[in-house]
């Protein structure tokens, strides 16, 4: 009997495949979307869990449990990206490549959101406009592989695919997936968002506290004391509106407004925590602010595409050197239908060396479509390349000439460059050559602590900012 049943739901489950895939080519996307469609087609990149009834077990545990962020917050995060399509306000994203479950820690969480607080000022100061937050924190915990293996030491293993699948030790046992992770994920984002949350409403993020964001590696240096001269102009400032009777207890001058974000990778789990809105109906993935869709995951007709087009956040898609314009367009048609301003930024990640032929293009056809997207230059991930001492990193300059072009081509198209998506950590590591210390190959082992790309480090985070700040004075 449960033989026969299985077979009847597994022939079920083929038609229903075919149908939609059916719908999906010959209407577009206007096939009835689901938290749970997505099965319904390809998923790239989800990991061989070794035994799928536990990780069913899990998802449902998580499906229980409380969202991590609220409806309401993500229309907020929402309204302020449409103001970074037409150019009222700009976009900050940044964090970790990957975060690790053993840097879940007060000083490590403090140190970032400092970093990001600081760029925002310099960003907000030079371009009077505010700078919209978002951390590549609190769930960016899995990551997208080239090669499902790799070799060490003669010895063929599984690729390390984030703390909330496997582990990055070299060692067999190590490396295979386990879906109970995915719960220790939730509770790691939680404890992440619930200190960001103590950070920026409960005084420690207040205006007239600029001066102490400064890192005390960082004071000392040509970005600190720039930062420092910023900091007094805002304290001045901060004065000023005290004598003419401005209340400084208001929230304005005493929280900050900060959002999460990550790759919407592992469907099961981004699944679990999308919730209908009790206030205004409608779908959200409630594990994140904003989500995105990554470079290896954003076939038009595969599972992620399929999940995300159905819920109502910000949605990111990364766009690489190799794209197709007809592609991009039925991505986009297919994730904003509505063309609703701020659902869709793209993130082109195009590398120093094409950005320059491959950028225009796509900024032409969008201009003529009429698309309202948000511009974001994520500069890290098409300039990574590996040094003399087998470490993978990435040049300063080369991250500095994809922004500097990033900007150059926008203007030059008539178009709004609305935001930058950096891979950085507040950490004074040194996994990125160059910027204003000039860290050589041989530097790379003195603090490279990674398990994923390299980061930038809060002072050349800190240079990134005061170099897009005076473009964008200028
Ligand atoms: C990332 O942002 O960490 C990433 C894997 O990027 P992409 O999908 O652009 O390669
Ligand atoms: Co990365």
Redesign the pocket.
């Known amino acids: 009997m449960f033989l026969m049943y299985r077979f009847a739901a597994d022939k079920f489950d083929g038609l229903a495949k075919v149908r939609n895939l059916f719908e999906r080519n010959t209407m577009g996307t206007q096939n009835t979307w689901s938290k749970t469609s997505w099965k319904n087609f390809t998923a790239l990149q989800q990991p061989k869990w070794p035994d799928m009834a536990i990780h069913d077990e899990v998802v449902k545990d998580l499906t229980r449990l409380p969202p991590l962020v609220f409806a309401g917050e993500i229309r907020d995060l929402k309204a302020m990206l449409a103001k970074a399509v037409t150019g009222d306000a700009f976009l900050v994203q940044g964090g970790d490549?990957?975060e690790d479950f053993s840097q879940v820690t007060a000083p490590k969480i403090r140190e970032t959101l400092k970093v990001l607080l600081q760029m925002a000022v310099v960003l907000t100061y030079a371009g009077g406009k505010p700078v919209i937050k978002v951390g590549r924190i609190a769930g960016q915990f899995a990551?997208?592989r080239s090669a499902d293996t790799e070799m060490v030491d003669g010895v063929e293993l599984m690729s390390y695919r984030g703390d909330m699948v496997n582990s990055p030790e070299p060692i067999e046992a190590a490396r295979i997936p386990d879906p109970n992770r995915m719960m220790q994920g939730y509770n790691m984002a939680a404890s992440t968002l619930n200190l960001l949350r103590a950070f920026t409403r409960g005084g420690f993020a207040a205006l007239h506290r600029v001066a102490a964001w400064n890192q005390e590696f960082v004071k000392q240096s040509p970005m600190g004391r720039n930062y420092e001269r910023i900091g007094k102009q805002i304290e001045q400032a901060l004065q000023f509106m005290e004598t003419i009777g401005i209340d400084p207890e208001s929230p304005q001058m005493k929280q900050a407004q900060f959002f999460t974000s990550h790759?919407a990778l592992l469907l099961g789990y981004e699944t679990a925590l999308t919730r209908e809105d009790s206030i205004n109906g409608g779908w959200y993935d409630c594990s994140a602010h904003m989500l995105w869709i990554?470079?290896?995951t954003r076939q038009v007709d595969g599972a992620h595409v399929e999940f995300l087009r159905g819920v109502n956040n910000p949605i990111g898609v990364?766009i690489?050197p190799d794209y197709d314009l007809d592609n991009v367009k039925r991505l986009i048609d297919a994730l904003n239908p509505e063309n609703e301003a701020g659902r869709l930024t793209l993130?082109t990640?195009l590398g120093m060396k094409n950005i320059e032929k491959v950028l225009p293009p796509l900024l032409r056809e969008a201009k003529r479509e009429g698309y309202n997207i948000v511009w974001n230059c994520?500069p890290m991930?098409a300039n990574t390349y590996t040094a003399k001492s087998g470490h993978k990193t990435r040049n300063f300059n080369d991250i500095l000439s994809e922004i500097t072009c990033f900007f150059e081509t926008h203007w030059a198209e008539g178009t709004i460059p609305g935001g930058i998506h950096l891979?950085m950590t507040g950490e004074n590591v040194t996994e990125c050559t160059g910027g204003a210390r000039n860290i050589v190959d041989a530097e790379l082992s003195n603090n490279y602590l990674t398990t994923?790309?390299p980061r930038l480090n809060a002072e050349q985070s800190l240079e990134v900012a005061f170099q897009i700040a005076d473009m964008i004075r200028s």
Do not use: N, Q
Request: charged share 55%; hydrophobic share 5%.
């Open positions: 490549c990957s990551k997208p790759e990554g470079e290896r990364k690489g993130i990640r994520d991930h891979e994923c790309d």
